[in-house]
DNA sequence: ATGTATGCAAAACATTTGCACCTGG
DNA sequence: CCAGGTGCAAATGTTTTGCATACAT
């Protein structure tokens, strides 16, 4: 019952909300834009506004139902938020996001705020590569 | 002589990308966007197109004489290649730019694409924090 | 000369916002 | 009922592009 989750996060229960919630709930990729979310929307035939969809997603990252990630040419993908911090490995040919979770390269950060005088409140890191899946087709 | 590295670059030496090159030689910050370094060419009396800004530095970039830093919100910076890989940490309060080199981070990244089965082509790490200059004004 | 570069204005893009209307509690 | 949510269209901010003109070699 993922009503509660929008209450606790002191959202109303609101149509495009919870839609937008079994989006990215049932989707069959972890990783979507505010567009993949508005066209799959559409296919489900639900009349959301992607200004909507927008908002939804903000807030939900406010909420910590989500995590943002901003690829780069300047937009965003959104991923359900599972509690456990994780970075990626994007393919650069077929744009395939992987997790991973890595404690020495997140103690190391710690450590390299700290020395530059930085109280840490965020990092990302992507790495950027071909994936095993491209590298077979030549 | 700065041309040279321009002819090097195959980029006909034309006095748009001379000048942008010696803004990005002189400015006080390493870290520009395509709008400073226009707001630094019109201080400078040059009377050049901010379109044609964006183009020097997409090129430089292809050069491999400036690298180009994405920072969230879709805008990015630019800073002169100095041939020395590093990553950065940013100052969520006054935005400034911090850089640092970590070989421990930079092999755990190899070996963590290698365990993926990713051909690593690139990465980029961004440290978010409270640097020690703002930690002090509240 | 001639293939590139440039300037300008318009287009493109992802995202945000103003506002009148609708809706959940 | 009423604060908060939504849809639409228009605005935003950054970057890109089309095209006629200007320039480097």
Redesign the interface.
């Given at each position: 019952m993922e009503s509660q989750d929008l209450r606790k996060a002191g959202l109303k229960v609101t149509l495009p909300r919870l839609k937008v919630l079994e989006i990215l709930e049932t989707a069959k990729q972890r990783h979507m834009s505010a567009e993949d979310v508005y066209k799959a929307l559409l296919e489900m035939g639900e009349e959301i506004g992607l200004a909507t969809v927008y908002r939804v997603l903000t807030q939900f990252e406010g909420a910590g139902l989500v995590s943002r990630l901003?690829m780069?040419?300047?937009?965003a993908v959104f991923e359900l938020e599972d509690g456990s911090h994780h970075d990626h490995?994007l393919?650069?040919r077929c744009n395939r996001i992987?997790e991973?979770i890595?404690e020495?390269?997140e103690q190391?950060?710690r450590t390299?705020?700290e020395q530059?005088?930085?109280?840490?409140?965020?990092?990302?890191?992507?790495?950027?590569?071909?994936?095993?899946h491209c590298?077979q087709e030549k």
């Open positions: 901003s780069d040419g300047g937009h490995l393919c650069v992987e991973f890595d020495v390269i190391r950060q390299i705020a530059k005088g930085f109280e840490m409140t965020d990092h990302s890191l992507y790495i950027y590569g071909v994936c095993r590298q």
